[in-house]
């Protein structure tokens, strides 16, 4: 018999699941992190890194993102907003 503590462990557990769950990155997007799969958080982590290390936010505005050769694809855009980025980041995840 399942306990109403346990169903409900259950049920949010499997809404939760797309987190714990390694995506399927696009070309585009494996162009800029590298192969495999990748959790999302673990895709947005590695561009962020990205972004960082080829210094492209905005001097003034650091939420203010440029997009180069590689990113560009991803973004669709010469600058995006840091609030953007995981919406455009989702897009290339399946």
Same mark, same amino acid.
């Given at each position: 018999?399942?306990?109403?503590?346990?169903?409900?462990?259950?049920?949010?557990?499997?809404?939760?699941?797309?987190?714990?769950?390694?995506?399927?990155?696009?070309?585009?997007?494996?162009?800029?992190?590298?192969?495999?799969?990748?959790?999302?958080?673990?895709? *947005?982590?590695?561009?962020?890194?990205? $972004? /960082? +290390? %080829?210094?492209?936010?905005?001097?003034?505005?650091?939420?203010?993102?440029?997009?180069?050769?590689?990113?560009?694809?991803?973004?669709?855009?010469?600058?995006?907003? *840091?609030?953007?980025?995981?919406?455009? $980041? /989702? +897009? %290339?995840?399946?």
């Amino acid at each position: 018999m399942t306990t109403t503590a346990e169903k409900t462990a259950a049920a949010k557990q499997a809404k939760n699941a797309w987190h714990s769950k390694p995506m399927t990155l696009s070309p585009e997007l494996t162009a800029v992190i590298g192969s495999g799969p990748a959790l999302r958080s673990e895709a *947005a982590s590695r561009v962020w890194d990205y $972004i /960082k +290390a %080829h210094k492209l936010q905005d001097e003034h505005t650091s939420a203010v993102i440029h997009a180069d050769e590689r990113l560009l694809p991803i973004f669709g855009r010469a600058q995006v907003t *840091a609030f953007e980025l995981p919406r455009l $980041i /989702k +897009a %290339h995840l399946s």
